[in-house]
């Protein structure tokens, strides 16, 4: 495989998070992906942003799903000001536009505790001219909390619901909630008024995740936990079936 050999810092990665959802024109996704994987990846990293993730949404042939971090607020509005201002997405930027229908469905999160984020220091980037093809499977779970406080629902979750993923077999990879300081960078919208619990776990491969699937659903219906989970939401959970492309470090 072509990886190259340089591993990432030895720290959580990161205090900020976008969880970025584009909706694209039919049939343009890979065009994005080509170009994000060859301009968009060194050149944001530069800035010290950490581009944590691309993914194919695998229920959606035209949604393009990414994940992007940041050391604090007014770090992320200095480095999105330095790249966006930037020779290269001066360059590439009509081109990227024309692929999207929507790129304003951003959550802007923060871990749900210290040790909650992603860990990225064993992770490898393929070389920009990698053909790797990946068989792992993310999913990022989207809990849209009631009046419950993110804190609040992050420690139900631990206590609660996470012991009986773990007994199915599955691992949460980070989870996350809203981070509610002000939008440092206005230019590029967020959700506001957002108030979400985010989980990420990670299946080696489609059939991992039918097994564990299968045992979490189960597992769910043998404890009440499963109607307090419903209580403390609003709206079905989103679910992202998501597959990293070739550079993507998770």
Same mark, same amino acid.
């Given at each position: 495989m072509d990886r190259i050999d340089e591993p990432m810092s030895d720290r959580a990665c990161c205090p900020v998070v976008e969880l970025r959802q584009y909706t694209l024109v039919g049939g343009r996704r890979e065009t994005?992906?080509?170009l994000f994987e060859r301009e968009f990846i060194e050149t944001q990293e530069a800035t010290g942003i950490t581009v944590i993730g691309q993914f194919r949404d695998l229920n959606n042939p035209d949604r393009f799903?990414?994940?992007r971090g940041f050391d604090d607020m007014p770090t992320r509005a200095r480095a999105l000001h330095e790249f966006y201002s930037g020779p290269v997405w001066k360059t590439h930027r009509e081109v990227a536009n024309a692929t999207m229908i929507d790129s304003d469905n951003v959550l802007l999160l923060r871990p749900a505790s210290p040790i909650?984020?992603?860990?990225? %220091? &064993?992770?490898r980037r393929a070389s920009i001219a990698s053909t790797t093809t990946r068989e792992d499977l993310f999913f990022a779970t989207i809990y849209h909390l009631g009046k419950i406080s993110g804190a609040d629902f992050a420690a139900f979750f631990e206590r609660e619901h996470q012991p009986r993923l773990t007994k199915s077999g599955v691992s949460v990879l980070?989870?996350?909630v809203t981070e509610t300081h002000?939008?440092?960078?206005?230019r590029l919208p967020?959700?506001?008024?957002?108030?979400?619990f985010v989980w990420f776990a990670r299946f080696l491969d489609s059939k991992?995740? %039918? &097994?564990c699937s299968a045992a979490t659903g189960e597992s769910m219906r043998e404890k009440e936990s499963a109607g307090e989970l419903r209580a403390l939401i609003v709206d079905e959970p989103e679910?992202?079936?998501?597959?990293?492309?070739?550079?993507?470090?998770?």
């Amino acid at each position: 495989m072509d990886r190259i050999d340089e591993p990432m810092s030895d720290r959580a990665c990161c205090p900020v998070v976008e969880l970025r959802q584009y909706t694209l024109v039919g049939g343009r996704r890979e065009t994005l992906i080509a170009l994000f994987e060859r301009e968009f990846i060194e050149t944001q990293e530069a800035t010290g942003i950490t581009v944590i993730g691309q993914f194919r949404d695998l229920n959606n042939p035209d949604r393009f799903v990414w994940l992007r971090g940041f050391d604090d607020m007014p770090t992320r509005a200095r480095a999105l000001h330095e790249f966006y201002s930037g020779p290269v997405w001066k360059t590439h930027r009509e081109v990227a536009n024309a692929t999207m229908i929507d790129s304003d469905n951003v959550l802007l999160l923060r871990p749900a505790s210290p040790i909650s984020g992603f860990r990225l %220091e &064993k992770a490898r980037r393929a070389s920009i001219a990698s053909t790797t093809t990946r068989e792992d499977l993310f999913f990022a779970t989207i809990y849209h909390l009631g009046k419950i406080s993110g804190a609040d629902f992050a420690a139900f979750f631990e206590r609660e619901h996470q012991p009986r993923l773990t007994k199915s077999g599955v691992s949460v990879l980070a989870s996350f909630v809203t981070e509610t300081h002000p939008n440092t960078f206005p230019r590029l919208p967020v959700r506001e008024n957002a108030n979400v619990f985010v989980w990420f776990a990670r299946f080696l491969d489609s059939k991992a995740y %039918e &097994k564990c699937s299968a045992a979490t659903g189960e597992s769910m219906r043998e404890k009440e936990s499963a109607g307090e989970l419903r209580a403390l939401i609003v709206d079905e959970p989103e679910i992202l079936m998501l597959s990293p492309t070739a550079r993507s470090l998770l």
